[in-house]
């Protein structure tokens, strides 16, 4: 928790770098914000009943559309956290993006 969101950044840009960086990445190019959650969770599995946002979407059907080139999979967009449906959002990201 003392870590500052600055040397958070610093090290998140330098990971992407290593992965990425032989490809051309910039991440001040690439990168238009990060967002940090400082718990165990994204919180992004909308309880029973509760459907919010922009014409009352769910937030994770929002996130299951992704962001131009940026697909999300994680176990939190099916409510379930373990390997099964993390997996499974795995799977659903990648065919996303090679369409």
């Known amino acids: ?4 969101y600055h040397d958070y950044e610093r090290q998140i840009y330098a990971q992407m770098m290593k992965l990425f960086g032989s490809s051309g990445f910039n991440p001040l190019r ?3 914000g990060i967002i940090l959650n400082r718990w165990g969770h994204a919180y992004s599995v909308p309880y029973p009943g509760f459907y919010g946002g922009k014409g009352g979407i769910a937030p994770r059907d929002v996130i299951r ?4 080139r ?3 999979g994680h176990s939190e967009l099916d409510g379930l956290q373990h390997y099964g449906p993390a997996a499974d ?3 659903r990201a990648f065919n996303q993006v090679m369409i």
């Open 89 to 91: 959002e795995g799977r």
């Open 1 to 4: 928790m003392a870590t500052s």
């Open 65 to 68: 559309k992704g962001y131009g």
């Open 30 to 32: 690439e990168v238009t």
């Open 70 to 72: 940026i697909a999300f």
